[in-house]
């Protein structure tokens, strides 16, 4: 009952090799980390047009000049 049988051992085996086998879990952790960059590139995009559309004191013209002209 204790003891693992040859099937566990071949399971087992076949498990690992899949996980670790050609160099998996380095294109993972390459996909991973360009996940990642990708998050905090976005954010830090994110911030910028937030401090670049909200800065207090300004307004945004809801009309072009032109088309203030051509209203009356």
């Known amino acids: 009952m204790g003891s693992?049988?040859?099937?566990h051992i071949l399971i087992v085996a076949i498990v690992v090799i899949l996980l670790f086998?050609?160099?998996?879990?380095?294109?993972?952790m390459g996909d991973v980390a360009k996940g990642i960059?990708?998050?905090k590139k976005g954010l830090s995009e994110d911030d910028d047009?937030?401090?670049?559309?909200?800065?207090?004191?300004m307004?945004?013209?809801t009309q072009k000049a032109?088309?203030?002209t051509k209203v009356g």
């Open 4 to 7: 693992f049988s040859i099937w």
């Open 37 to 39: 960059k990708s998050f």
């Open 59 to 61: 307004t945004m013209p």
């Open 21 to 28: 086998g050609r160099g998996k879990i380095s294109d993972l």
């Open 49 to 57: 047009t937030k401090a670049v559309d909200h800065k207090p004191g």
């Open 66 to 68: 032109e088309d203030q």
